[in-house]
């Protein structure tokens, strides 16, 4: 995208009036006008506003252009329409911020490498996996990623407006020792989980003319206070403008000192493979922003230590609901007591009535909520720093033929549980998932994944990445009766389910919740297909949404933004699907074997709409999907990111060429 577009697509924007749109979003009519030296404002002006915009949708790309495969693809166009009956299409394109492993500003004339990994005393962590090729090890996994802006920055050089983005890198995939062709990732080079995840700040000069954004500096946030981040995977801004990013698969704390892969993210941490205390992580952390493009984190401790995945705060500021990444996951909500503040609020876990279906024309099924308990994070902190597993349960993975111990399911697989007395408390904040399970909350899940909410109609989203497992009737792997959820068949192309919420809730003790934005009945919303391989070996229908896993909302352009985490579709894709003509779009195309992930809409800054989207682990190779193209992608994917070991993070753009002004 150039800096400046041509006049003449400025010209026809004088047209818009608080239009959301790409890039320009909320400019006023006359702020447009004197920007591309048209009309003055003395000038009659017609009135002219927003009435509503859309998404056409794009191919999926095939191998008769297999670098359109191998690479970020977009293809689709947004036309808005406003109230003179007037159109104007943009089409839209990708611009990436960086390539992880690029070297890119520090903001004080150096640079830095992009996410790239350091230690618990901020000492870079080296992959020596092969001698003469030593290099500070970064991540091919970018991931939660929001959008903001600071009432007084101090940032100096800004020739626009600075913004900031916090980025946070989930995992890195492998070390440079071997590679895996056939799917199979040699015990050497698998690092998934194993590092402490980076998080970053990045400043950003926001073009006034433009909308363009341009990485000005990126700054590695301390993360040594909170003891490093495990596994960070989706994040969303919350209503105050800090980032609330996430802990996904909690380590599993009774058995965590047999884990190599804990004790190998402890041992990268910290120096040693017993350091790592597993009840740190698997908690919320929230990131804010400083003026000076710096960043402090903290974490909340009172929200359950479950497979944090994207949590959604509510227009209250008090009531988040939140995604549970796992197999046997629930659907939890937090209600905080007081707002702009998650440090102390009260834990519940849903029950699921009858009816809960996987058709979209179903009635849905009605939800009832488990009060878990109320606790400060402070409180809980201090229980995770004194207590061990065995304080709080005994926990085994075989039956001791015990009437006092319950069998339960976690991770798909049967645990016997026995609450130590008077551990209640902490049962229900550091062993979350098996309390929740423990006490009758549905934990029939498979991958609850991203979280979002429309305010207008007062519904919120969550993504089910699969609908298997615990989610099928008998199936051995953890359905139980108490579900609720007992689908006949699997569905592995997953789906969105969406909540309707109100007030007046009371949970199943008969105590009133205190929050108007309740989930109180599930349906589902859209769903994928599963197929047989199509021709490109395609397993899920490539024209409908395939293990859906980011979620956002935009109000304005009354759209639900889809990312897909498919090991389904060949490639993952970026969906739009319009709440109210019911139409879904598809904007844009993964690199082959990459996941797409760091969505986030923001309708309005300084002006402006911005759809945010990463991708990571492009050229991830599963044999069984991907072995149609691998021989010819491969190659691509490995020369377009610096030997599949990179992957970007960037944004929708308008292409500044595209602009069509017509009169219905």
């Known amino acids: 995208m150039s800096d400046h577009p041509q006049i003449g697509r400025r010209q026809a924007l004088k047209f818009l009036s608080a239009a959301p749109m790409l890039p320009l979003g909320s400019l006023s009519l006359a702020s447009m006008l004197t920007g591309c030296g048209g009309s003055t404002a003395a000038e ?70 992009a996410g790239a990994y350091y230690d618990i005393n901020n000492k870079p962590i080296m992959d020596n996996s092969v001698a003469g090729k030593e290099r500070h090890i970064f991540s091919d996994s970018p991931d939660g990623t929001s959008l903001l802006s600071l009432a007084n920055p101090t940032i100096t050089g800004i020739k626009g407006k600075a913004v900031f983005a916090v980025v946070q890198f989930e995992y890195t995939t492998r070390n440079q020792f071997g590679t895996d062709l056939n799917g199979t990732l040699p015990a050497e080079a698998d690092m998934y989980g194993k590092l402490p995840s980076p998080i970053a700040v990045l400043t950003l000069d926001q073009d006034q003319i433009t909308g363009k954004l341009s990485l000005v500096k990126y700054h590695n946030v301390d993360t040594s206070k909170v003891h490093g981040l495990w596994i960070t995977c989706g994040a969303s801004l919350s209503p105050w403008g800090t980032h609330l990013s996430s802990e996904e ?94 440090s102390a609020g009260t ?18 099924a009605k939800l009832t909520w488990i009060n878990l308990g109320h606790a400060t994070s402070a409180e809980i902190e201090n229980m995770a720093n004194t207590l061990k597993p065995s304080d709080i349960m005994t926990v085994s993975k075989t039956d001791p033929l015990d009437a006092s111990f319950t069998k339960i399911f976690t991770g798909g697989k049967p645990n016997w549980i026995k609450l130590k007395p008077n551990m209640e408390k902490a049962a229900a904040f550091l062993e979350t998932h098996r309390y929740a399970y423990l ?19 007062k519904v919120a989203y969550s993504a089910l990445q699969n609908m298997v497992d615990s989610m099928v009737k008998d199936n051995a792997k953890g359905w139980n009766a108490q579900s609720g959820i007992a689908l006949d068949k699997a569905l592995v192309a997953g789906g969105v389910m969406a909540h309707s919420l109100g007030g007046g809730q009371s949970d199943t003790a008969g105590a009133a919740i205190k929050s108007e934005w309740v989930p109180m009945q599930t349906k589902a919303l859209l769903v994928g297909e599963d197929i047989a391989a199509d021709a490109l070996g395609n397993l899920a229908n490539p024209d409908k949404i395939g293990n859906p896993d980011n979620l956002k909302f935009s109000e304005k352009l009354r759209t639900l933004f889809i990312g897909e985490d498919s090991g389904y579709h060949v490639n993952n894709f970026l969906w739009a699907y319009n709440v109210d003509t019911k139409i879904l779009s598809r904007l844009m195309s993964m690199p082959a074997g990459a996941e797409a992930t760091g969505l986030h809409v923001v309708d309005d800054l300084n002006g402006w709409t911005y759809i945010m989207s990463n991708f990571q682990h492009p050229g991830d190779w599963i044999s069984s999907l991907h072995g149609k193209v691998q021989p010819t992608l491969d190659p691509l994917v490995r020369a377009n990111y610096k030997d599949r070991f990179g992957a970007a993070v960037g944004y929708l753009t308008a292409d500044a060429t595209s602009v069509k002004l017509s009169k219905g």
């Open 249 to 342: 698969y909690e380590p599993n704390a009774p058995f965590a000192s047999d884990d190599p892969q804990f004790k190998a993210y402890s041992k990268n941490t910290f120096g040693s493979e017993t350091a790592a205390n597993p009840y740190h992580y698997g908690h919320l952390p929230e990131v804010t922003v400083n003026p000076d493009g710096t960043g402090s984190i903290k974490k909340h401790y009172c929200m359950g230590r479950i497979s944090h995945e994207l949590v959604q705060v509510m227009p209250d500021n008090r009531t988040v609901l939140m995604g549970d990444d796992a197999t046997n996951s629930g659907l939890f909500i937090f209600v905080a007591d007081n707002e702009k503040d998650l």
């Open 347 to 364: 834990l519940y876990v849903a029950k699921i009535g009858t009816g809960f279906s996987n058709d979209p024309a179903a009635a849905g």
């Open 44 to 113: 009659a002006v017609p009135a002219v506003s927003f009435v509503s915009a859309s998404f056409s949708s794009m191919a999926a790309p095939t191998l008769a252009n297999a670098a359109a495969m191998a690479t970020t693809t977009v293809g689709s166009t947004l036309s808005v329409t406003m109230s003179d009956k007037s159109v104007t299409d943009y089409k839209l394109a990708y611009q990436p911020f960086f390539v992880t492993g690029d070297m890119v500003p520090d903001g004080a004339g150096g640079k830095v490498l």
């Open 439 to 457: 006490v009758g909350g549905s934990m029939g899940f498979t991958k609850m994944e991203g979280t979002t909410v429309n305010i207008k109609d």
